[in-house]
């Protein structure tokens, strides 16, 4: 085993493929008890959190959520869009014990052995809407992160039969069923904001008209110091609904301030933030802000984001109803599948994305 491993490591090639292309991941290299980490894990200076780059004495804010009909939730929840971009919800309805089960599921899946994951990597996988992977799009990265993933695009319930993997299919449906309420109350608080009355049917589609759950794995790291989880980067989404577990290391900036915030775990909590499209819908009222998560050195964590996106054939563009009062649009009317192309033809660059978007 240690003189398969060291010959794997003698070589940056043979890291990227075994890693990337044979479908291990950076879980399968902690499996074979790498000590050190590989150079194309190595973050520049400029990139790595350290103690000195980050604040601690402040948070975003937790609303609590225990009467949806309070008109304080929903204004407590656009003050926290707009002035943070990044909120965590407690008592909003979804049991502990469903929240407990999809990060079970998780820890599930990526304990599989690789032959059976390896059905889902980009060449193997069957249907586009399903993808294990590693990194984020590692041809496109010159550093890589220390993370894998599996992601799932919900089309239909048919389509996920279908599809899915057998051992996690059935509960990331049902988490995205027990999790609908929660998004519905959110982004109806949040297009109130925007002067939209009500979701119809084709605010629906802009608003979550795709859905995408994903599971993160981050495997403890041998040098964590040196590099990163998930480099920064802001979402495209409208909203992510994001349950962490109980390890920590995602980090947001602050706007204005630019500081690095901890979102520290709280136990039942979904923490929510603001994707690019709606930062562009709501002509930068709310704010998409830029994030990321740290490698740990003792633990394996998971979390498991559910991004809800415009569906891909949606025009999107800053709301009528929010330029009604003579605001001048910041951004342009585009394809929603024109910019997911963008963001995904590339390594994660900060808040890049956007300034395609912008008149
Ligand atoms: C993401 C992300 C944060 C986390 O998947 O886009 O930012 O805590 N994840 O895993
Ligand atoms: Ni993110």
């Known amino acids: 085993m240690a003189a398969h491993l060291s010959k794997i490591l003698s070589d940056s090639e043979k890291v990227f493929d075994f890693v990337v292309n044979e479908g291990n991941g950076v879980k399968g290299l902690c ?7 590989p150079n194309q894990y190595i973050q520049p200076l400029e990139e790595r959190i350290t103690t000195s780059t980050v604040i601690t004495d402040d948070s975003i804010p937790i609303i609590d959520a225990s009467n949806w009909d309070d008109p304080k939730v929903a204004d407590q929840i656009c003050k926290a869009a707009q002035n943070w971009g990044f909120f965590q919800v407690i008592n909003h309805g979804v049991p502990i014990q469903v929240l407990d089960n999809i990060k079970e599921t998780s820890h599930r899946f990526f304990s599989l052995p690789a032959e059976e ?15 294990y992977g590693t990194s984020f799009t590692p041809e496109a990265e010159k550093t890589l992160g220390w993370r894998d993933y599996l992601s799932l695009v919900h089309v239909s319930h048919d389509e996920a039969s279908l599809f899915w993997p057998t051992s996690c299919r059935e509960e990331a449906l049902e988490y995205l069923k027990r999790c609908d309420t929660v998004i519905r109350k959110i982004l109806k608080s949040l297009i109130a904001g925007l002067n939209v009355k009500a ?68 136990n039942g909590a979904l923490v929510i933030n603001i994707g690019d499209a709606l930062q562009i819908m709501s002509n930068d009222k709310y704010k ?9 050195g003792s633990k394996n964590r998971v979390s498991v984001p559910i991004f809800l996106h415009p569906k891909p054939t949606s025009v999107i563009g800053p709301l009528q109803e929010t330029l009604k009062n003579g605001e001048k649009p910041i951004y342009k009317q585009i394809l929603y599948s024109d910019y997911t192309n963008i963001f995904f033809s590339k390594g994660h660059d900060r808040k890049d994305t956007i300034e395609f978007a912008k008149i």
Not at 31 to 37: H, P, R, S, T, V
Not at 210 to 234: A, M, Q, T, W
Not at 243 to 261: A, F, M, P, R, S
Request: proline share 5%.
């Open 31 to 37: 499996d074979m008890g790498i000590q050190e980490l």
């Open 117 to 131: 994951k390896k059905k889902y990597t980009k060449e193997n996988s069957v249907s586009r809407n399903v993808r």
């Open 199 to 266: 979701i119809d049917e084709e605010k629906e589609q802009l608003l979550m008209g795709s859905k995408r759950i994903n599971f993160n794995y981050y495997p403890k790291c041998p040098n964590p110091e040196l590099s990163v989880g998930v480099g920064r980067h802001s979402d495209i989404s409208t909203i992510t609904v994001l349950l962490q577990d109980d390890i920590g290391g995602l980090y947001v900036k602050k706007i204005e301030t630019n500081d690095w915030i901890h979102v520290p775990p709280v």
């Open 288 to 296: 998409s802000v830029e994030h990321r998560v740290i490698a740990n």
